[in-house]
């Protein structure tokens, strides 16, 4: 095989029928006894699933609070934009994605569009009540929008950096745990810059192009009971000093101590579906009696209809 392919080749299910076919010597065939392209439609299936639930979710999430479906539709178009952006930067820098890489896109933290539009909706909604709404309408309103976009821009711009300098520590990772989650610095840092460059540009354009007319802030009942709630709890916390005080610190101090019952282990666990089995066996014992219990249990083994295959080192 290797005079044929001197090059590292990766098999696939066609390879593997022409060597068989036409390469191999009669009787010697190759049995493909194990496909991690299972595994690998799993996780690209689950980082799919993830990816739109997330999308919808941070949607319906910003439409709740914001209540405007124009708004909520200039947020949710930074998500697919932003990751457009992160894996056109991996492709120029030549490095792949994984699922821990990919999972760890928070949509939260790339849709600070969402800050910007609701700081425009304000001042545009002011403005209309100011002045009237049909008056608002015929009104150019490129100057506000412009205006608080720079100013709201700056905080936005100070926040990303500093994300961006949290992920410094880990491109020093080294051998397992730098192939590991050094895709994982590169996905998060080159999503963020894009979530950066498309809410300083486009949004605003959006918004202008979109929310130029009838604009109005609406009584959101769902954010109305989280502001009386959380006022409540405000006020009842600040007029018990000391007892919030106290509370904090136990709180602190119970957080530190289940730190403590947390395992050490850095790496994650992936579980593909393969169960490794490890029987000992007493030192004395031949080689001919430990082939013959090695066989009882692949036999047990076999005897499952879940198990495709089994294995013997």
Not at 124 to 149: D, P, Q
Not at 217 to 241: D, P, Q, R, W
């Given at each position: 095989?290797?005079?044929?392919?001197?090059?590292?080749?990766?098999?696939?299910?066609?390879?593997?029928?022409?060597?068989?076919?036409?390469?191999?010597?009669?009787?010697?065939k190759?049995k493909?006894?194990?496909?991690?392209?299972?595994?690998?439609?799993?996780?690209i299936e689950?980082?799919t699933?993830?990816?739109?639930?997330?999308?919808?979710?941070?949607?319906?999430?910003v439409?709740?609070?914001?209540?405007?479906?124009r708004?909520s539709?200039i947020v949710?178009?930074?998500?697919?934009?932003?990751?457009?952006?992160?894996?056109?930067?991996l492709?120029?820098?030549?490095m792949?994605?994984?699922?821990?890489?990919?999972g760890?896109?928070?949509f939260?933290?790339?849709?600070?569009?969402?800050?910007?539009?609701?700081?425009?909706?304000?001042?545009?909604?002011?403005?209309?009540?100011?002045?009237?709404?049909?008056?608002?309408n015929?009104?150019?309103?490129?100057?506000?929008?412009r205006?608080?976009?720079?100013?709201?821009?700056?905080?936005?711009?100070?926040?990303?950096?500093?994300?961006?300098?949290?992920?410094?520590?880990?491109?020093?990772?080294q051998?397992?745990?730098?192939k590991?989650?050094?895709?994982?610095?590169?996905?998060?840092?080159?999503?963020l810059?894009?979530?950066?460059?498309?809410?300083?540009?486009?949004?605003?354009?959006l918004v202008?192009?979109?929310?130029?007319?009838?604009?109005?802030?609406?009584?959101?009942?769902?954010?109305?009971?989280?502001?009386?709630?959380?006022?409540?709890?405000f006020?009842?916390?600040?007029?018990?000093?000391?007892?919030?005080?106290?509370?904090?610190?136990?709180?602190?101090?119970v957080?530190?101590?289940?730190?403590?019952?947390?395992?050490?282990?850095f790496?994650?666990?992936?579980?593909?579906?393969?169960?490794y089995?490890?029987?000992?066996?007493?030192?004395?014992?031949?080689?001919?009696?430990?082939?013959?219990y090695?066989?009882?249990?692949?036999?047990?083994?076999?005897?499952?209809?879940?198990?495709?295959?089994?294995?013997?080192?």
């Amino acid at each position: 095989i290797m005079e044929v392919f001197p090059e590292p080749i990766r098999l696939i299910p066609s390879e593997i029928i022409n060597l068989n076919t036409k390469i191999l010597p009669e009787g010697v065939k190759i049995k493909e006894f194990y496909n991690r392209q299972t595994l690998l439609d799993f996780c690209i299936e689950t980082v799919t699933h993830n990816l739109i639930e997330g999308i919808v979710l941070v949607t319906l999430i910003v439409l709740i609070f914001l209540a405007d479906w124009r708004a909520s539709l200039i947020v949710s178009m930074i998500i697919p934009l932003s990751l457009l952006f992160d894996f056109t930067c991996l492709k120029l820098l030549g490095m792949n994605v994984n699922l821990l890489s990919l999972g760890a896109v928070d949509f939260g933290i790339i849709i600070d569009g969402t800050v910007v539009v609701e700081g425009l909706m304000v001042v545009l909604a002011e403005k209309a009540h100011e002045v009237g709404m049909e008056r608002f309408n015929g009104l150019a309103k490129l100057s506000m929008i412009r205006r608080t976009g720079s100013s709201m821009g700056k905080a936005i711009f100070t926040s990303k950096i500093i994300i961006l300098v949290a992920l410094l520590p880990i491109f020093a990772f080294q051998k397992v745990e730098g192939k590991m989650f050094t895709p994982l610095a590169w996905t998060l840092g080159s999503a963020l810059v894009g979530a950066l460059i498309f809410t300083l540009t486009l949004v605003p354009v959006l918004v202008s192009m979109m929310m130029n007319k009838n604009v109005k802030e609406k009584s959101n009942f769902f954010v109305n009971a989280i502001l009386k709630y959380s006022m409540m709890f405000f006020y009842y916390c600040f007029g018990h000093k000391s007892q919030t005080f106290i509370a904090t610190i136990i709180f602190t101090i119970v957080g530190f101590w289940t730190l403590s019952l947390h395992g050490t282990e850095f790496l994650p666990q992936l579980n593909e579906g393969s169960i490794y089995v490890r029987a000992n066996m007493p030192r004395s014992i031949s080689l001919d009696e430990s082939v013959r219990y090695a066989n009882q249990m692949r036999k047990v083994f076999e005897g499952y209809p879940e198990v495709p295959d089994v294995l013997l080192p």
